[in-house]
C-alpha cells in the first residue's frame, strides 16, 4: 500500500508528456519522485510554477552554491518545523556536503555546525527573514555585503528563505509527507 503523501484527497491530473518525462528524469537521477511534485500533480499548472521557481532558486545561475542554497532551505524550515523540508533538504545538505552530521545538525541547530562567516551571515540574514521579516533593515543587508555577497547574492538568499517559508507552510497545512527514502540518503 503506497502512503499518501499529503492529508487531501486530490486526484492527480491527466499529467502531459512533459511532466511524465520530467518524473522520469527525477527517477531517474534521484531514484524517485519527490512527494512535493506529486502533490502538485492535482493541477498541472500549479505544479508547473512551483517546479520552475524551485528549479530556479535552487539549481540556476547564482553566486550562492548549491550547497549553501539547501543550507538555507534546511536553516528556514528548522525554524518552521516542516517535517518534509527538513527530511529532504537534510538529506541533501548531507549529500552535496558529503558529511552526514553536518546535515543533522543543520537539522536540529545550524548554530552548533562547523560553518564558514560567509555562511553564518548568510543564515542569521535568512531566519530573521523568517522570524521577524517587519524588522529586517539595511543593516542586516551590510551584514551580507561585509560577508562577501553582492546585492544579487542578497537576492538570492531572500528568494530562497522566502520560497521555503511559503513551502514549509504548504507542507504544514496539508501534512505532506517526505519520501521514505530520504532518511536513508547520504548516511
Known amino acids: 500500500m503506497t502512503a499518501k503523501v499529503t492529508a ?3 486526484p492527480q491530473s491527466e499529467l502531459s508528456d512533459g511532466t511524465r518525462a520530467y518524473f522520469a528524469k527525477c527517477e531517474e537521477k534521484l531514484g524517485l519522485v519527490p512527494n512535493v511534485l506529486l502533490a502538485y500533480a492535482f493541477d498541472e499548472k500549479k505544479l508547473r510554477a512551483f ?3 524551485y528549479n530556479d532558486l535552487m539549481l540556476g545561475e547564482s553566486g ?3 550547497l549553501e542554497r539547501e543550507m538555507i532551505a534546511v536553516a528556514v524550515s528548522s525554524i518552521n518545523h516542516c517535517y518534509y523540508c527538513l527530511t529532504a533538504h537534510g ?3 548531507r549529500q552535496l556536503s558529503g558529511d552526514p552530521e553536518l546535515g543533522e545538525m543543520m537539522v536540529m541547530n545550524w548554530r552548533v ?12 540574514f535568512a531566519v530573521k527573514l523568517t522570524e521577524t521579516p517587519a524588522k529586517m533593515v539595511e543593516a ?13 547574492d542578497i537576492w538570492d538568499i531572500a528568494s530562497t528563505a ?7 507552510r504548504l507542507a504544514s497545512a496539508v501534512d505532506m509527507r517526505p519520501n521514505a527514502e530520504y532518511h536513508t540518503m547520504a548516511r
Request: aromatic residues 6%; negative net charge; hydrophobic residues 45%.
Open 113 to 124: 555546525a562547523d560553518l564558514s562567516e560567509r555562511q553564518r551571515a548568510m543564515l542569521e
Open 51 to 53: 517546479t520552475d521557481t
Open 8 to 10: 487531501l484527497d486530490l
Open 64 to 66: 550562492l552554491s548549491k
Open 91 to 93: 538529506a541533501a545538505v
Open 162 to 168: 522566502a520560497f521555503f517559508n511559503m513551502s514549509n
Open 140 to 152: 542586516d543587508r551590510e551584514a551580507l555585503r561585509k560577508a562577501g555577497f553582492s546585492e544579487r
